[in-house]
């Protein structure tokens, strides 16, 4: 996290497209520009209309893209996901007032690009997204990471753990994704957190996968995770709680020690969300999706994600994306709330 010391070496008008920052003393560096100033649509398209820029440096979350989606096994597109989200981000105001937390007022956030992948390799991909992730965990910022199919979390969890050590894992997906092999292959996207467990990154005992739901190839799939040691609330049992019983179950589960958060969009239904890989029919509506985020409110999480967006497949005015833009916003007011406002 950067320091109040940092911040004044604050340099208001950093970049002529993101106009200027009111240049106050507790300013954060980075945030984005003034909407009275310049028109919140105005200007290159990164996450929240913040500046892009190439080094962690005074910056609290950085947000990346990882436009990668070739270990999909339905409908691809996901590799155009974090230009959709980013797209859709430009309408975020720096006031989340259901959590009384003024975002961009409290955290630098800046967009520090897409990382770089290799189309068509999965595997070699993921050792791509760990190996330039984990400078930027390492120098204190955390992420926020756009997908991308779900298995860019496997290299998001190597670059975490290799500075974290293991990770307890807080899930909202309509799928587990413990599945093994998939057409001979190991690493796609429903293999994400079972090749995680078997490299040591999570501790399962400290996860929570909530929101699964739809059909499975056979009665013994539904217990897969919990064979393995993850807690599951299925979406029927998740639709059932409140938000509020929903975070004291997180809570009780996850303890203390190092956290990541991941949310695949596919947790949603496909009438909110239809923009994605794998869609499942009766999922949470957005608004209940935004409920059970901010119910998180108090844990500090050591990075997060927000996948499986495919813009090809989403409808007239962008839903999935709208929804993406609006989750990510949830989770930097909780980075904000976990934190308190010491910068
Ligand atoms: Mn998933
Ligand atoms: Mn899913």
């Known amino acids: 996290m950067s320091t109040r ?12 497209w993101y106009g200027r920052r009111v240049p106050t003393e507790d300013a954060p560096r980075y ?5 009275l100033r310049s028109p919140r649509y105005a200007g290159v398209k990164t996450f929240a209309r913040c500046p892009l ?14 436009p990668f989606d070739t270990a999909t096994t339905n409908r691809p597109g996901a590799r155009f996901g974090p230009e959709a989200i980013r797209s859709a981000s430009i309408v975020l105001r720096p006031y989340n007032p259901v959590q009384d937390a003024l975002v961009f007022g409290e955290l630098s956030v800046a967009d520090l690009g897409d990382l770089s992948v290799t189309p068509g390799n999965a595997e070699k991909t993921v050792g791509q997204i760990a190996e330039q992730l984990e400078p930027i965990v390492r120098s204190g910022a955390r ?16 670059a975490y753990a290799a500075v974290h050590g293991p990770l307890g894992l807080v899930l909202l997906d309509a799928h587990a994704d413990v599945w093994d092999v998939y057409v001979g292959e190991r690493y796609y996207h429903g293999s994400p957190f079972r090749r995680a467990l078997e490299e040591g990154l999570l501790d399962p005992s400290r996860s929570l ?10 009665p013994g799939d539904a217990a897969m995770p919990t064979d393995l040691g993850f807690e599951v609330i299925t979406c029927e049992e998740l ?26 969009i596919d947790v949603l239904d496909p009438a909110f969300a239809p923009g994605t890989g794998t869609p499942e029919a009766g999922g ?10 901010r119910a998180l409110r108090g844990l500090a999480f050591s990075g997060y994600d927000v996948v499986e967006v495919s813009p090809p497949y989403d409808g007239p005015g962008q839903p999935t994306a709208v929804a993406a833009a609006n989750i990510a916003f949830e989770l930097l007011t909780l980075d904000v709330l976990a934190r308190g406002d010491s910068g």
């Open 239 to 264: 639709v059932a709680l409140t938000p509020e019983a929903y975070g004291a179950r997180v809570r009780a589960r996850v303890g203390d020690g190092p956290l990541f958060l991941s949310f695949d």
């Open 31 to 35: 945030g984005p520009p003034d909407a």
């Open 143 to 158: 992420t926020l990471c756009l997908g991308g199919d779900h298995l860019v979390v496997l290299g998001e969890l190597r």
């Open 5 to 16: 010391a940092g911040r004044r070496l604050a340099r208001p008008g950093h970049s002529r």
């Open 209 to 218: 996968l909530a929101g699964m739901r739809g059909s499975l190839y056979g």
């Open 284 to 293: 949470l509506q957005t608004r209940e999706a935004l409920g059970f985020v």
């Open 53 to 66: 820029v190439e080094s962690p440096e005074d910056v609290d979350v950085a947000v990346l893209g990882i």
